[in-house]
């Protein structure tokens, strides 16, 4: 008997393809938009390769192992991200609905019982029995067939729905990996900036010491004391300045980990130095931006949805075809409430038929609608196009950033080394009685200066390396092998509500596979 029934249910699947594939499609079939494609990269430098071979987990060209550390905490820890992946789960859900339409789209059991005390003063009232008990049970089903493709097209744009929320994702964790490495680098600078000013608080305070010695045998005069005096002050102010920024970075990380903000400090380890950049760096042709950018991906398949959409604004210039019945069991008892003869054969009703229905008179509220959509559509694919013009603008901004801000780092450590050596110059002098203080007054503050310049232009490689590849879409294949959604939010999920597998689902699956897990766990077992 079991073996009867699977048959029964491989027929009927069978029975459903076979009549949607010979019912007709409306609406354009998506085609992958087109976008201008630069050929190759405006900026040339000798540091940059082009070399094809992609850097899933660019991060680690820096050989930081804290770095690495917090990448992975905020990739299993990030609260929008999450949100992200839940956003997946409902587009899943979404296409269920999507292709549950093709399925009898009513589908009900009824049942009635009913007590009748009729008026002995109606006509022919008292040559019937009055009173009687009326038992009525069965189940009802209305298909409407998918003649024009409205359901077809309605699971293509959920697909690409899907699709969509999926690159997004993707998107999403490449902003993710890019800023927790940018606040990393803002926190190594600020350490960095942190440590120039105390090194040069203690060049000056020794400054301070000697003209005040020198103010006090007489040597000088006041002035030379003043000046060392509100020189050290300046540099001291720095201080202050650095541990505001650095808190304040720690907290937005603290944030991006999924945490109140913290003190970071087993993470971080020891202060540090701005992470040093490799050469060369590998970023690949243009042309692999339309596949390895999450939101150009992003803005293809919300153009897919928005195609489907046209299709099924125009099923609605056609009348609708449906199925429907009920079958059931009917008695009535006019002696007893016995209601044994309820399962006789003779109890059964049944009513089936075809029906259709056609909005003939809404033709110009349709065609405005077939309109509006259309315009939609036509409003995604120049989306696409600038969102591609968008990608290569900020790599070409990123590629000279980085080779401009390495040209400028060899300068200002040319910088700063001339500055230190002026400083134990005029200090000699000084003690010397051969030059003012305002000569070493002056060198000390431009060393301060030179050498905070240096530590910012080398943060600018680092950051600069940090928005190409954020650029060129690297990053989100940390994802591959794991679910978009957290254990703890799908264990609250599973306590709440049946989801069969659309928790763990792979994302791979064709609609005809979605169509028969649905058919399987969701429409025939529920």
């Not at 300046?234 to 913290?262: D, F, H």
Request: aromatic share 10%; glycine share 6%.
């Amino acid at each position: 008997m079991a073996k009867v029934g699977q048959r029964w249910r491989i027929f009927a699947s069978l029975f459903l393809l076979v009549v949607m594939g010979g019912c007709i499609t409306l609406g354009p079939d998506f085609t992958n938009p087109e976008a201008p494609i630069a050929t190759s990269w405006q900026t040339k430098d000798a540091s940059l390769s082009e070399d094809p071979r992609e850097q899933a987990e660019w991060w680690k060209l820096f050989n930081d192992p804290a770095l690495d550390i917090l990448i992975q905490t905020a990739y299993r820890q990030n609260l929008p991200l999450q949100v992200a992946g839940l956003r997946i789960v409902e587009a899943r859900a979404q296409l269920g609905i999507a292709v549950g339409s093709l399925f009898p789209q009513t589908q009900q059991a009824f049942g009635a019982f009913d007590v009748v005390e009729q008026s002995k003063n109606q006509p022919g009232g008292a040559l019937s029995d009055p009173n009687f008990r009326n038992v009525e049970i069965g189940f009802d089903a209305a298909w409407e067939l998918d003649f024009w493709g409205r359901f077809r097209r309605g699971i293509e744009s959920a697909e690409a729905n899907l699709a969509s929320n999926v690159a997004d994702y993707d998107n999403a964790l490449v902003s993710l990996t890019a800023e927790v490495a940018r606040v990393y680098v803002v926190i190594r600078l600020a350490e960095e900036r942190l440590a120039i000013a105390r090194a040069n608080i203690v060049l000056q305070e020794e400054s301070l010491r000697i003209a005040k010695v020198r103010f006090d045998q007489g040597a000088t005069s006041e002035l030379d004391f003043q000046q060392a005096t509100y020189n050290l002050a300046n540099t001291q102010a720095l201080v202050p300045i650095q541990l505001r920024t650095l808190r304040q970075a720690k907290n937005a990380l603290s944030v991006l980990l999924g945490m109140p903000p913290a003190d970071l400090r087993e993470m971080l380890g020891e202060e540090g130095l701005i992470p040093a950049v490799p050469v060369p760096i590998t970023t690949g042709i243009p042309a692999d931006l339309l596949r390895r950018r999450p939101d150009v991906r992003q803005a293809a398949y919300l153009a897919a949805t928005q195609s489907a959409l046209i299709g099924v604004a125009k099923s609605e210039l056609f009348p609708r075809f449906s199925l429907t019945g009920s079958i059931g069991l009917q008695t009535s008892d006019f002696a007893s409430s016995n209601f044994s003869d309820l399962f006789d054969t003779e109890s059964m009703f049944l009513t089936v038929g075809p029906s259709f229905r056609w909005n003939i008179l809404n033709y110009g509220r349709i065609w405005s609608n077939v309109r509006v959509q259309d315009a939609r559509f036509q409003q995604s694919l120049v989306n696409y196009r600038n969102t591609v013009l968008i990608a290569y603008q900020e790599v070409e901004d990123a590629r000279v950033a980085f080779v401009q801000s390495k040209q400028e780092s060899n300068l200002r450590n040319i910088s700063a080394t001339a500055a230190s050596r002026s400083v134990e110059i005029s200090n000699i002098q000084y003690r010397e009685g051969t030059v003012s203080f305002q000569r070493v007054v002056d060198s000390e503050r431009v060393l301060v200066s030179q050498q905070d310049l240096w530590a910012l232009s080398r943060s600018d490689i680092a950051l600069s390396l940090i928005a190409m590849y954020k650029a060129l879409g690297g990053g989100w294949e940390i994802r591959a092998g794991h679910d978009f959604i957290a254990n703890e939010n799908r264990n609250e999920m599973e306590e709440r509500t049946y989801w069969s597998d659309l928790l763990t689902q792979p994302t791979e699956q064709s609609w005809l596979q979605r169509l028969s897990n649905w058919w399987v766990h969701d429409w025939w077992f529920r």
